[in-house]
């Protein structure tokens, strides 16, 4: 027997339908490419939004054709998010900051049939012009008095024109809720990227997710700046949850610095934002030095890498800002953990509290985890063993675009995320390692979070990374790399005294080495095997 409920499709176009009727005066304010501030409301968004699907349409976009993104936090790019999926197209949006190589090979994989790009980023897609074999043409985010010329790129299409041209009447199309509505690439460290296919399913129940009480937590009160880029894992799902709780939205466009973040921060009363922890750094480095605040701000979420517990206690004790850790992936839409305190929680003491803190959180509803060892017998979740951690649920990926990696799937639906953690009784996850980082020294395993964390807890440290080197005796040893701040005059004694109390003896760092900056990936994580090639031969004294 089946219930008599209406079986409405969970699409992408229901959430900006709903913000245009519901919250249509909210705003949405960019920061432009161009420079002025950009402010309309989420009625008018949709109303540009159909036009560009109307446009999508005389430009011969089919359903299922994908459609690459080039683009910054803007609301001419949130307006391709909606209209490309609404319209039953796929809205793959591609990471600039990725290498040549990589950028060809996604776009030729995906077998994107037309790119939107922002102004800046044109220079980047003349230098792939040869190499992209099936690209129709680019539309260039900008008017016509802001539009680039190009000798290499014949057909250059202005967004705004092509935008005048359409009429707002487009009607969207009850499409199957399991259609393909997004694309994201990995960006591994090793081998090609590897393709994660959204659908509309699993976007709309993620955006469930990540709004609840314990996930996101935004409503219609909240004023969202996203800080994590459009183009890397759907910005964590914000330009969808902030449309279906109509939060204003600020969005920062390329300038990512720390004036222009706090300048968006004061001036739209900014109450939450989310970013990975090197934008914070930056931040909270410029908040000190300058001696501003972020009163508005009430909480961040802090994802993408581990986010170290000085940071948030500066937060958290210096500006009374909230810090919520989140842990994900670009294979689960992302959102898997948030790390929010029970209720049982509500009488810890200040070191206890931040040392919940540190952990990656709970997964939230629709997510399932359990780690388990190299043979893949589950593993007790008592807080101390740490095995791999697999994941399934209503919004991860069950296999990548073309087949690729299919052994990072089981035949029960598990994915092997690449992630050593431990699980506690109460569903608390902790991070210990990216299963290729961790150092395994004499039989025992060694965090290099753990120790890059604490390592930035120093005063002198700006930013620290942990590979293991190899040893003799003990197969491997930890290797601590320092990035100083900013006239600090931090030296190796200082750092390993620093130390002493905080780690087992073991846990030790064999030796500091002093650099002038550390090599990131596309996404801002840390690049360990690019430090692991440059420190291969190193020898430690203790060798």
């Known amino acids: 027997m089946h219930g008599l409920m209406m079986d409405m499709p969970l699409l992408i176009s229901s959430l900006i339908k709903h913000a245009a009727q519901y919250h249509g005066d909210t705003e949405i304010v960019t920061r432009t490419v161009e420079g002025p501030i950009h402010r309309y409301t989420y009625a008018e968004a949709h109303s540009r939004a159909r036009r560009l699907a109307n446009a999508l349409k005389g430009l011969g976009v089919q359903q299922g054709d994908r459609i690459g993104t080039l683009a910054w936090n803007t609301h001419r790019h949130y307006e391709v998010y909606f ?7 796929v809205c793959h949006t591609i990471n600039p900051r990725l290498f040549h190589d990589q950028l060809t090979y996604i776009i030729n994989h995906a077998r994107d049939v037309y790119l939107f790009v922002d102004a800046t980023l044109v220079p980047l897609v003349e230098q792939l012009a040869d190499e992209i074999r099936e690209v129709r043409g680019v539309v260039v985010l900008t008017d ?8 290499v790129l014949p057909r250059l299409i202005c967004y705004e024109s092509l935008l005048d041209e359409q009429r707002d009447d487009f009607d ?13 690439y990995t960006s591994g460290t090793t081998g090609n990227p590897k393709g994660v296919l959204y659908s509309h399913r699993s976007n709309v129940l993620h955006t469930f997710g990540a709004a609840l009480p314990d996930s996101l937590n935004l409503s219609a009160r909240d004023v969202v700046m996203p800080v994590v880029p459009m183009f890397h894992a759907n910005a964590w799902g914000m330009p969808y949850v902030t449309t279906m709780t109509g939060a204003k939205q600020v969005l920062p466009g390329p300038q990512l610095d720390p004036a222009s973040l706090h300048e968006l921060i004061e001036s739209e009363g900014v109450t939450f934002s989310a970013a990975v922890p090197t934008v914070w750094l930056m931040l909270l480095s410029w908040l000190n030095e300058t001696g501003n605040r972020v009163d508005s701000m009430k909480s961040v979420v802090i994802g993408g890498s581990a986010c170290p517990r000085a940071m948030m206690e500066t937060f958290g004790e210096k500006y009374g800002v909230n810090v919520r850790h989140a842990w994900g992936m670009t294979e ?18 200040k070191k206890e509290y931040y040392d919940l803190c540190e952990n990656q959180g709970r997964p939230i509803f629709g997510v399932e985890m359990k780690i388990t060892d190299d043979e893949g017998r589950e593993l007790p979740r008592d807080g101390k063993a740490f095995g791999d951690l697999r994941v399934r649920g209503l919004w991860v990926a069950k296999s990548y675009l073309g087949g690729a990696g299919s052994s990072a799937f089981d035949e029960d639906g ?4 690449g992630d050593v953690a431990t699980l506690d009784a109460n569903g608390y996850m902790r991070i210990t390692d990216r299963s290729k980082d961790v150092i395994k020294s004499g039989g025992e395993w060694i965090s290099s979070i753990d120790l890059e964390n604490l390592a930035v807890g120093h005063p002198g440290v700006a930013e620290a990374a942990v590979i293991g080197v190899k040893h003799p005796k003990w197969d491997e040893r930890p290797l601590l790399l320092i990035v100083r701040r900013k006239d600090s005059k931090l030296d190796k004694a200082e750092i390993l005294t620093y130390l002493q109390d905080k780690v087992a003896r073991w846990w030790m760092p ?8 550390l090599p990131h990936t596309a996404t801002g994580k840390l690049l360990k095997t690019k430090l692991r090639e440059d420190f291969a031969d190193y020898v430690l004294p203790t060798a």
């Open 83 to 89: 209209a490309v999926s609404g319209m039953g197209a």
């Open 144 to 151: 016509e008095a802001h539009m680039p010329k190009s000798d």
């Open 172 to 184: 969207w199309p009850l499409l199957d809720e399991n259609t393909a509505s997004s694309l994201c």
């Open 332 to 349: 689960m839409s992302p959102l898997g953990t948030m790390n929010t305190p029970l209720l049982r929680h509500a009488n810890l003491s």
């Open 414 to 417: 598990w994915f092997s995320t």
């Open 510 to 517: 064999d030796d500091v080495v002093f650099v002038d900056e």
